[in-house]
């Protein structure tokens, strides 16, 4: 035996096996039900892609079915580009627009109170912060449904009904941002307050320089939630708009399916195309913020 043949097998004696890694019957148990639960989950959407491809008589005729048809691209076209109101205005690209107007708005503009609030309690010196924390924790036994009278009111009396404002400073007192980010801010360690005061640093700018960037992942977490709480608004923007050229996707989804007027038939197929593009703006956010959402709730080392 040679020299060379004797060192290959010596080097191959001396190197570990790999060991298969067995699957167990457990591991594929619980794959099979997750499969199962994603799939169940997907047959609802399914079933509204399947209703845009069809004319909407045959959808009424039959309801949803295995079949595909070729109605796509005009429930599409008319579903963006075509009003269905008397004003000629409420087009899907415009209720789009409206509904991200309101989602993003509605999410900046409780993470700004939630976090200025926030910084309030834990940083100043109040005599009576804890109580104030607790008064503004205690309003989510309010919700927007127990008090959307009075809001009403208010909001009409102000002159901002049919208006952006209208429609988002009246929501945006967030008792919930406001938890998330007192604990987020109790949890900075004093020595970092302590060396932005030896540094000259003010209150507003420990808090735009300092807290503000310490707070990316709660930010985002936060952005999350309520981006998707305000693009699901639909009592509200109900109420508070009544001019076509202000509804969001959710409300005018609504209100297309409502229409049976003398011969007309709702609009199955339009309304469900607006249907699936409301889904995605949601699901785009919460899958492009997912890692910093999972960090912003779940790390302790701050």
């Known amino acids: 035996m040679s020299e060379a043949n004797a060192a290959a097998m010596a080097i191959a004696a001396s190197t570990p096996k790999r060991r298969r890694r067995r699957i167990s019957g457990a591991t594929i148990a619980d794959h099979a039900i997750l499969i199962l639960g994603a799939a169940f989950m997907m047959v609802p959407l399914l079933m509204v892609l399947q209703i845009t491809t069809m004319p909407d008589v045959e959808v009424i005729k039959t309801g949803p079915t295995f079949n595909i048809g070729d109605q796509f691209d005009d429930n599409f076209n008319k579903a963006m580009f075509e009003a269905s109101g008397f004003s000629g205005q409420n087009t899907g690209s415009r209720m789009l627009l409206n509904s991200f107007i309101l989602g993003i708005g509605f999410a ?16 100043f010196r109040l005599r009576f912060a804890t109580l104030a924390f607790w008064i503004i924790f205690t309003t989510l036994l309010l919700p927007l449904e127990v008090r959307i009278l009075p809001s009403y009111e208010v909001v009409q009396k102000l002159g901002m009904l049919n208006s952006f404002q209208g429609l988002i400073i009246p929501l945006i007192a967030s008792a919930t941002a406001t938890f998330f980010f007192r604990q987020y801010f109790r949890s900075v360690p004093e020595e970092l307050v302590e060396a932005a005061r030896i540094d000259g640093a003010g209150p507003i700018k420990f808090f735009i320089d300092i807290l503000v960037p ?24 109900t109420m508070i708009t009544t001019e076509e050229d202000m509804f969001t996707l959710v409300r005018g989804i609504k209100q297309i399916t409502q229409v049976m007027e003398g011969n007309r038939i709702p609009e199955y197929g339009r309304a469900n195309v607006l249907a699936i593009i409301a889904i995605i703006p949601p699901v785009f956010v919460v899958i492009f913020f997912q890692s910093w959402f999972v960090k912003g709730l779940t790390e302790s080392d701050k």
Do not use: D, E, H
């Open 108 to 123: 900046v503009g409780k993470i700004v109170i939630g976090m200025m609030a926030a910084y309030a309690i834990v940083y």
């Open 214 to 237: 310490l707070s990316r992942t709660m930010i985002a977490a936060m952005f999350i939630i309520m981006f998707v709480y305000g693009w699901n608004q639909y009592l509200w923007p």
